[in-house]
Every structure is written in C-alpha cells, then in structure tokens.
C-alpha cells in the first residue's frame, strides 16, 4: 500500500513538473487568446464611457442607473471569466481593475440621482481604467505581442 501511494505521488510530481515546462509568455499569450482578454477590455472601456457620457452631460437617473447597471454586470462577468491569469501581476491589476469598476458601479446604480455619488463613480472609474491599462502593458510585456484593445494604443 506505501509503494502505491509513493507510485502516486511520484507520478504527481512528474505532471506537475510537465505543466511547469510551458513558459510563462507562452501560458499567458494563451490565457489572452482563450480567454478573449482584448475584447473584454474593450467591452468595460465602452462601458464606462457611456457612464462618463450620461453623467458629464446630466443624463436622467434612469439612463445613469441603467449604464451603470451594465458597467456592473460586465465587470462582475470580466471578474469571473478573466481570473486568474498565468501571471500574478497581471491577476492583481485586473482584479484591482474588476474591482473599481463593479464597486464604483454598484454605489452608482443604487444612488444615480446623488451628485456626490456621480463624482466618486467616475473617481473610481478612473483609476479602475488605470489598472485596466496597466493590465494590458502588463500582458504586453509579458507576451511579447501587441494586444489591439479599443481606447487604449
């Protein structure tokens, strides 16, 4: 019984040093390309933008609470679909990111109509897009590949 269990755990660490073989640019490069990373960057600046756009030009409460509804679906769907990533930098500029944006939307949705909350949301908006732009530098950086996100060059 000890010999199979040892057999076990012999055959364990020998996957385990398989999986470990792959490069760090090469899993990442594939996590961008599987996980549609780009488009989901694209998908939240879009976002925000029309959040930024109802509320710099005094949109109705329903129009900012129905962009912010959308911010925070999006960003929650990004939060599950998107984490975690094959390098630890970039897992925690993108959940700083997810993080900002679905909170700064949740305070927006369940107080659209409040000035001061308008101001915080496109507060933390801003920094959110900071570590989302980070994010993709950082994706770059690791890759070694250009990653064509709409708003960002």
Known sequence: MRRRALAAVACAGVLLGACSSVSASTATSNWTTSSSFAQGASDLLYDVSKVHDAIDHHASTASVRTYCAELFADANGENTD????????????????FDGFVHAAY?????????????????????????????????Q????????VAGIS
């Open 82 to 97: 998107l984490l975690p990533t094959p390098d630890t930098q970039l897992t925690t500029l993108l959940s700083d990111a």
């Open 107 to 139: 305070q927006c949705t369940r107080n659209p109509a409040d000035a001061s909350v308008r101001r915080a949301t496109l507060g933390e908006c801003r920094v959110a897009i900071g570590s989302l732009v980070a994010a993709v530098y950082r994706d």
């Open 141 to 148: 950086a690791v890759t070694g590949k250009t990653l064509s």
